[in-house]
């Protein structure tokens, strides 16, 4: 026996946690009493509802994704596009042509290559090898160079100044003997040479070899020409 309006009690998900009741009508739809059934929500039958003995209806809603999932949703978007053209692209002919063609050549140079990378790192070992040597060699003659100096620095400015106190001996002598019985000429520029050198005419080795050449230039007793 069919009846035009049948009522069923289902236990749906709700907020409240009650029971809710549901009718069918005429045209078959399922409705709420009072209301209409919300449209996320699902209730399905397993046969027609004047056979169910039992009928569980069963509500869901769609959760609503994060900024977050849907920004990795748009990233795998994007990176299954991008797959998809390169994949569409590398079964075109010609390019498919250029790759083949491209790999021909690269089985062709690898032995070259492979032998120029050999020579390239032989020639690099080599280099590094030298440069470590000229390393070690600065580095050694600097050392040597410091030790020398800390150690005999002294010495060599004693030594240099009895050399340059040799010279200026000899230029003085040679200068006074060259030069006319004339006090401007022959004694005025070596004054003026043993001040610029040393700073102390009294500390200047020209200074006494030239006073010591004035008693020669300009004997006592004799007058003294001035130019």
Not at 88 to 104: K, T
Not at 108 to 116: C, E, I, M
Not at 216 to 221: A, D, N, R, S, W
Request: aromatic share 12%; proline share 6%.
């Amino acid at each position: 026996m069919q009846r035009s309006l049948q009522t069923l009690k289902v236990s749906t998900p709700s907020i409240s946690g009650r029971s809710e009741t549901f009718h069918r009508t005429k045209n078959g739809s399922i409705a709420l009493k009072g209301r209409q059934l919300p449209q996320n929500r699902t209730h399905t039958c397993a046969r027609p509802l004047d056979r169910c003995a039992v009928i569980t209806c069963a509500a869901s809603q769609q959760p609503s994704l994060t900024l977050r999932q849907r920004w990795r949703s748009a990233q795998h978007d994007v990176d299954q596009k991008a797959r998809e053209l390169r994949e569409r692209f590398m079964a075109l002919p010609p390019v498919a042509a250029a790759i083949h063609f491209l790999h021909s050549v690269q089985r062709f140079l690898d032995p070259y290559v492979r032998r120029y990378q050999e020579i390239r790192e032989n020639i690099g070992a080599w280099w590094e090898v030298r440069e470590e040597r000229y390393r070690e060699f600065i580095g050694d003659e600097t050392k040597r160079k410091w030790q020398w100096q800390r150690r005999n620095e002294e010495e060599l400015k004693f030594w240099t100044g009895i050399v340059q106190a040799i010279v200026g001996i000899l230029v003085t002598i040679l200068w006074e003997t060259i030069t006319p019985v004339s006090f401007v000429i022959a004694v005025l520029p070596p004054l003026w040479v043993a001040w610029a050198l040393h700073g102390n005419l009294f500390k200047s080795p020209i200074f006494y070899t030239l006073v010591a050449m004035c008693f020669l230039k300009f004997p006592i007793g004799y007058p003294i020409r001035w130019i």
